[in-house]
């Protein structure tokens, strides 16, 4: 069965950093695309970033880029999240997924860990 | 970037009945090697979002045939067919055709 479990979230304030670690089991991990999606409360989903297998590649919206760092340790089957300089606009859930290479969809998803940032 | 609209924003359905969501894209999701990727997902109250279908029409594993999904180019449809109380939730397309990956802003079905 296909798991995955997301942690560190919490309460930080505005221009503070934090990282989020999601541990997958159930499945190759390092055979599969990673992604992180996040919803702000009572909104809508928003897609966040994407590393790849090896994690030479990784992709990010305008909104998070260059505050932002995906990435993997395939050895723990673990996936992270970097976040600097936060902003308000950043509370969400957020949310790691499986992300299909050849399907190109998020096939699997954690329970979401929430991270508030507020002074 | 790619803008998913959705529509109707919110639905109320009777049960057994059928619905139909929109999803329109801004470009067309067709691929350069030919697939188109829209997606559906369900997020239940208090739930993560689900895989519901994938590549226009496919159904992810496990997902009740009463789920289909249809349409090309721009213009996208999921229907559910025969509704059930466990059908209500927020339908989210998605498309993953292009980066940044976006999504629809939600439809919101309610059982009558």
């Known amino acids: 069965e296909v798991q995955l479990v997301e942690s560190g979230g919490g309460l930080v304030q505005p221009g503070r950093s934090l990282k989020l670690s999601c541990a997958a089991s159930?499945?190759?991990?390092?055979?599969?695309?990673m992604a992180w999606v996040r919803q702000a409360p009572k909104k809508g989903l928003e897609w966040v970033a994407t590393?790849?297998?090896?994690?030479?590649?990784?992709y990010y919206p305008d909104s998070v880029k260059g505050r932002f760092t995906i990435s993997r340790d395939n050895a723990k089957s673990s996936l992270y999240l970097q976040m600097n300089s936060l902003k308000s606009e950043d509370t969400a859930t957020y949310y790691c997924?499986?992300?299909?290479?050849?399907?190109?969809?998020?096939?699997?998803w954690g329970q979401g860990v929430m991270v508030t940032v507020s002074s | 970037d790619v803008v998913m609209t959705q529509t109707p924003v919110s639905l109320s359905v009777s049960l057994g009945g059928q619905v139909s969501i929109s999803c329109r894209s801004s470009?067309?999701?067709?691929?350069?090697?030919?697939?188109?990727?829209l997606s559906w997902y369900l997020q239940k109250p208090g739930q993560s979002p689900q895989l519901l279908i994938y590549?226009?029409?496919n159904r992810f594993s496990g997902i009740s045939d009463r789920f289909s999904g249809s349409g090309s180019g721009t213009d996208f449809t999921l229907k559910i067919s025969r509704v059930e109380p466990d059908d209500l939730g927020v339908y989210y397309c998605?498309?993953?055709?292009?980066?940044?990956?976006?999504f629809g802003s939600g439809t919101k079905l309610e059982i009558k």
């Open positions: 997924a499986r992300h299909g290479v050849t399907t190109k969809n998020f096939d699997y």
């Open positions: 159930g499945f190759t991990f390092s055979n599969y695309y």
């Open positions: 590393i790849s297998t090896s994690g030479s590649r990784t």
């Open positions: 470009q067309s999701l067709v691929h350069n090697n030919g697939n188109t990727y």
């Open positions: 590549k226009v029409s």
């Open positions: 998605g498309q993953g055709t292009q980066y940044p990956l976006t």
